[in-house]
């Protein structure tokens, strides 16, 4: 039988600036039995400058599921567990929904000790819509694979977030830029809440010439926000809609939207966002 004392803490840390921290998570990593940490390496210094002393063990995304047995079978005995990645809210791009689905599936109590987000934080400056977004994580690591992804996210209404490693921002902003427009608008966030912090607005060909230009901007943490597709001016018509349809089953999504354009007299454009939708 599961104890009504355990709990399974979802702890979220700074992203850069230590006094982001809030009492609450000191508090819950100063009582639990263990903190499970993506690198306790990287963590030790975040729990040495709060005196935490609990013990730690590693998390990540090559022993989650032989780790998480683990820890699932100290929460079964009555023993509380506190979950950190190496920065911000556990579980966005990072290690922890196994170990958190099975906690949930076997009845334990799962608690969220909320704060720090780097994609909330980003998007909270960048004065792109928040009302509606949609958070992608990190693209493929191949540029094919990669443009595949932008590709079908092209007519996404929503505001696009992004996570991107330093050696792979450039190339992505040039794919970005090509498969959702070069004058999209959006917003590189990077090294949030640190000393070396860049909030910068533009297209994405006007950001990725800035990132290209500027080695210390291909550097840290990145976010990358784009303004979700503007919405489609008009409704096709049948008959476009009917050749565009015959095209995409036998060519490219491409070359369909625009030989379709060419036989119809319909905008490109449009053409290309509709078929996007009909692929789906």
Same mark, same amino acid.
């Given at each position: 039988?599961? *104890?009504?004392? *355990? ?15 809030? %009492?609450?998570?000191?508090?819950? /990593?100063? =009582? $639990?039995?263990? !903190? ?24 990540? +995304? ?12 100290? @929460?079964?005995?009555?023993? *509380? ?9 556990? @579980? ?9 689905? =099975? ?20 998007? #909270? ?18 540029? &094919? ?25 450039? +190339? ?28 910068? *607005? ?21 976010? $990358? ?6 919405? &489609?001016? #008009? ?5 476009? +809609?009917?050749?565009?349809? !015959? ?7 491409? %070359? ?6 060419? /036989? ?17």
């Amino acid at each position: 039988m599961i *104890s009504e004392n *355990s709990a399974l803490y979802i702890v979220a840390t700074p992203i850069g600036n230590l006094g982001d921290m809030s %009492q609450r998570a000191v508090e819950i /990593l100063q =009582q $639990v039995a263990l !903190i499970a940490a993506e690198d306790t390496r990287h963590s030790a210094r975040l729990l040495q400058h709060y005196a935490v002393s609990t013990p730690c063990v590693a998390l990540h +995304e090559h022993n989650e599921r032989e780790q998480s047995s683990r820890l699932l079978q100290r @929460l079964a005995n009555g023993e *509380s567990v506190a979950l950190i990645s190496d920065a911000g809210t556990p @579980l966005l791009s990072d290690p922890g929904f196994h170990l958190v689905q =099975q906690a949930r599936q076997q009845g334990i109590r799962v608690v969220p000790v909320p704060g720090p987000s780097a994609v909330i934080a980003a998007l #909270s400056v960048s004065g792109l819509p928040t009302d509606c977004f949609k958070f992608i994580g990190f693209l493929p690591a191949k540029s &094919v694979a990669r443009r595949q992804r932008l590709a079908a996210l092209a007519a996404e209404s929503c505001t696009l977030a992004f996570y991107e490693s330093p050696h792979r921002i450039v +190339e992505s902003l040039t794919d970005m830029a090509h498969e959702l427009g070069a004058a999209r608008a959006a917003v590189l966030a990077r090294e949030l809440t640190k000393t070396f912090e860049t909030v910068r *607005s533009g297209t994405l060909a006007e950001l990725g010439e800035f990132v290209s230009s500027d080695p210390n901007q291909q550097k840290g943490e990145i976010v $990358v926000l784009v303004e979700g597709a503007p919405a &489609v001016e #008009s409704a096709l018509d049948a008959e476009a +809609e009917r050749v565009l349809g !015959i095209l995409l089953a036998e060519l490219p999504l491409k %070359q369909a939207a625009a030989l379709a354009a060419r /036989l119809t007299g319909g905008k490109k454009n449009q053409l290309y966002q509709r078929a996007l939708t009909m692929k789906k």
